[in-house]
């Protein structure tokens, strides 16, 4: 590996005035970044607006129009693309494996000696030989938090969540020089997101990301880029500050081309006055007219519109589930489930990979049956259901077919009615897009497609199975701000952090988290993700001082156990008061949490101040402890 020098700026990549043009569509135009060694950027903009293009001409596999990206000699990229390029006849230890290097090889020997059993004495001398034993924990340990369990397995015979997991182990575990992520979140669950983002932090490492992630934004990045408009804007700061700054840039954006109209009008006055016979002092204002009018006309800056539809009436009877159940290959999915939903209800459904969320959505909706159990639903109820697999338009139809196949027009709640093609526009797919194959959008663009076409059905219980993935951060707002305003019932599947905490007051939740044991339960937690991950936390604090609590103290039998010092039982008494308010600050900031309509940036700043406040209650429930155990 390169050696890399931390405490100085090294420059390891720069991309230097990179033109790019598809067709008439220019993505970007001579724009310029560098990427120093321990610098950890964000690359954010719009779907369609040329971020996967770009890091496609980072890594090499496209050329600019102009411009060039300069590498240092010596420096490798790690790349995870959003695309499949796995080799399907490799198994899961060829993929990972890198065998150009030798503790590679040493690691997947013992690897394939611990699985078939044959050779491990060997492996075991070959690996202490290589002084390889921190490297194998640290792969056993990326293996185990992503849910990667047997590398003798085929790449083909993965489903396309494991084999995205497959190509992130292999770009975390080839510790390149720089590492460049393309939506690493997608398809994994909230615990491996929870630890990809943990990892990322901590470890010295290069880092250039794709993410609508925002808490990632927020915690991980040290810089953002913005592709906006064919232009490349730099933050130097999280995502809070770069909100604050895009901000503060628009309006002085906006405040430019008044001032540019507010010119051109007076000098489009003047010009009309010349007789035509101008003198070259004239001539040279008429020049500087063009440079203001340039500036005058630049376009506002188009933004998705939040719709809201007009909704079908809600009856009295909305969806009541009795006694749900349901296995595969002899594993229960759902046990003995029972709810009722009423008019609001607002509910995310989290898990592990595997444990049933999109299976749950399907009973829900009839399409799949239950081992036993009844699904109830209302003569008046409406079903809007988003999945994971929709999206998927047939080749011929075109944009506006695809609208006009749910309806010709739609009527909005205050009465206004809008025809497919004002729908569309309002949804950035301007006029001169409608005829185009909808099998030709980027994939975030069928997305937002795709999700037009469900809203527009008028639901009054929306059924979200990942809706975030493949949409810019842009889109992701206005949905959000769409679903605040929702009457209806929403029940959602996400792997979006901010996404759940925002719209969601209570979580059906898989994992069997709180008893473990109870296959098949699904547990009614009240609250968003954030409360709930506290209250794990503090259940996880709980059993980890228990277990201390029990173990048997070594002492000497003829010995008197070991008296407090006066200042140590200040000390004990002091904690005893001061970690139930601990507690009680960690309850109210999570109750703050879950309120609505909260801005991102208090958002950010109490899920920091949650994170601390769970740090001390561990530190000193665990000095506590140990004074109690001193004192006897």
């Known amino acids: 590996m390169h050696a890399q020098n931390w405490g100085q700026s090294v420059n390891y990549l720069s991309a230097e005035k990179l033109t790019k043009v598809y067709g008439a569509k220019t993505l970007f135009q001579d724009i310029s970044f560098g990427l120093d060694a321990g610098e950890k950027k964000a690359l954010i903009a719009?779907?369609?607006?040329?971020?996967?293009?770009?890091?496609?001409?980072?890594?090499?596999?496209?050329?600019?129009?102009?411009?060039?990206?300069?590498?240092?000699?010596?420096?490798?990229?790690?790349?995870?693309?959003?695309?499949?390029?796995?080799?399907?006849?490799?198994?899961?230890?060829?993929?990972?494996?890198?065998?150009?290097?030798?503790?590679?090889?040493?690691?997947?020997?013992?690897?394939?000696?611990?699985?078939?059993?044959?050779?491990?004495?060997?492996?075991?001398?070959?690996?202490?030989?290589?002084?390889?034993?921190?490297?194998?924990?640290?792969?056993?340990?990326?293996?185990?938090?992503?849910?990667?369990?047997?590398?003798?397995?085929?790449?083909?015979?993965?489903?396309?969540?494991?084999?995205?997991?497959?190509?992130l182990a292999h770009a975390l575990i080839d510790e390149a020089e720089i590492l460049i992520l393309d939506e690493p979140t997608n398809h994994l669950d909230l615990d491996m997101i929870e630890w990809l983002e943990s990892y990322l932090q901590r470890e010295k490492i290069t880092l250039l990301l794709v993410t609508h992630d925002r808490y990632f934004l927020e915690t991980v990045c040290d810089e953002i880029l913005e592709l906006d408009n064919g232009q490349l804007y730099s933050y130097k700061g999280n995502y809070s500050y770069f909100l604050e700054k895009k901000a503060e840039r628009e309006e002085a954006e906006a405040i430019a081309i008044e001032k540019a109209q507010n010119k051109m009008r007076r000098e489009l006055e003047w010009i009309r006055k010349q007789p035509k016979a101008r003198t070259t002092k004239a001539k040279y204002r008429v020049d500087a007219f063009e440079a203001v009018k340039a500036a005058a006309t630049q376009q506002k800056k188009e933004e998705l519109q939040a719709l809201v539809l007009e909704m079908n009436r809600v009856g009295g009877k909305i969806l009541e589930i009795t006694a749900l159940s349901k296995s595969f290959g002899g594993r229960k999915l759902i046990h003995n489930f029972e709810y009722k939903f009423v008019r609001g209800d607002r509910i995310g459904i989290?898990?592990?990979?595997?444990?049933?969320?999109?299976?749950?959505?399907?009973?829900?909706?009839?399409?799949?049956?239950?081992?036993?159990?009844?699904?109830?639903?209302?003569?008046?109820?409406?079903?809007?259901?988003?999945?994971?697999?929709?999206?998927?338009?047939?080749?011929?139809?075109?944009?506006?077919?695809?609208?006009?196949?749910?309806?010709?027009?739609?009527?909005?709640?205050?009465?206004?009615?809008?025809?497919?093609?004002?729908?569309?526009?309002?949804?950035?797919?301007?006029?001169?897009?409608?005829?185009?194959?909808?099998?030709?959008?980027?994939?975030?663009?069928?997305?937002?497609?795709?999700?037009?076409?469900?809203?527009?059905?008028?639901?009054?219980?929306?059924?979200?199975?990942?809706?975030?993935?493949?949409?810019?951060?842009?889109?992701?707002?206005?949905?959000?701000?769409?679903?605040?305003?929702?009457?209806?019932?929403?029940?959602?599947?996400?792997?979006?952090?901010?996404?759940?905490?925002?719209?969601?007051?209570?979580?059906?939740?898989?994992?069997?988290?709180?008893?473990?044991?109870?296959?098949?339960?699904?547990?009614?937690?009240?609250?968003?993700?954030?409360?709930?991950?506290?209250?794990?936390?503090?259940?996880?604090?709980?059993?980890?001082?228990?277990?201390?609590?029990?173990?048997?103290?070594?002492?000497?039998?003829?010995?008197?156990?070991?008296?407090?010092?006066?200042?140590?039982?200040?000390?004990?008494d002091a904690l005893e008061k001061e970690i139930p308010l601990l507690e009680a600050r960690l309850a109210e900031a999570s109750a703050t949490l879950a309120a609505p309509g909260l801005p991102f940036e208090k958002t950010a700043e109490l899920g920091r101040l949650i994170e601390e406040i769970g740090r001390q209650i561990e530190a000193k429930t665990a000095r506590f402890l140990e004074l109690l155990e001193k004192a006897g």
Not at 99 to 122: F, N, P, Q
Not at 499 to 510: N, Q, R
């Open 350 to 572: 989290i898990g592990r990979n595997g444990a049933g969320k999109s299976t749950f959505l399907n009973l829900i909706t009839g399409l799949e049956k239950p081992d036993s159990g009844k699904v109830d639903i209302g003569l008046s109820t409406v079903f809007g259901y988003y999945r994971q697999t929709g999206g998927n338009f047939p080749e011929g139809m075109t944009i506006l077919e695809a609208v006009r196949n749910v309806a010709e027009a739609v009527t909005l709640a205050k009465g206004k009615v809008l025809t497919a093609a004002q729908l569309l526009e309002q949804f950035l797919f301007p006029p001169s897009t409608h005829r185009q194959q909808a099998a030709t959008l980027s994939g975030g663009e069928k997305r937002r497609l795709y999700l037009l076409t469900i809203l527009m059905q008028n639901p009054n219980f929306l059924i979200l199975d990942e809706p975030t993935n493949d949409l810019d951060i842009a889109t992701i707002n206005v949905l959000e701000d769409y679903l605040l305003a929702f009457q209806g019932c929403l029940l959602i599947v996400s792997h979006d952090r901010y996404f759940m905490d925002k719209l969601t007051t209570h979580l059906f939740v898989l994992d069997n988290d709180f008893r473990p044991g109870e296959e098949g339960e699904v547990k009614d937690f009240n609250g968003n993700y954030s409360m709930y991950l506290a209250e794990k936390e503090a259940l996880d604090r709980e059993k980890t001082a228990e277990k201390k609590a029990k173990e048997p103290r070594e002492r000497s039998r003829t010995a008197k156990p070991p008296q407090l010092t006066f200042a140590e039982t200040k000390e004990r």
């Open 46 to 167: 719009r779907n369609g607006a040329g971020k996967s293009t770009l890091m496609q001409i980072l890594v090499g596999r496209e050329t600019p129009d102009k411009g060039r990206v300069v590498l240092r000699n010596g420096i490798r990229l790690s790349y995870l693309d959003q695309s499949d390029e796995l080799d399907p006849n490799m198994t899961i230890a060829e993929t990972v494996f890198d065998v150009r290097k030798s503790v590679m090889r040493v690691i997947a020997r013992y690897d394939e000696a611990m699985r078939t059993g044959k050779g491990i004495d060997a492996a075991i001398a070959e690996v202490e030989s290589a002084n390889a034993w921190d490297y194998e924990r640290k792969i056993t340990g990326i293996f185990t938090r992503l849910g990667i369990r047997d590398t003798a397995a085929r790449v083909g015979s993965l489903s396309g969540g494991e084999r995205k997991r497959v190509a």
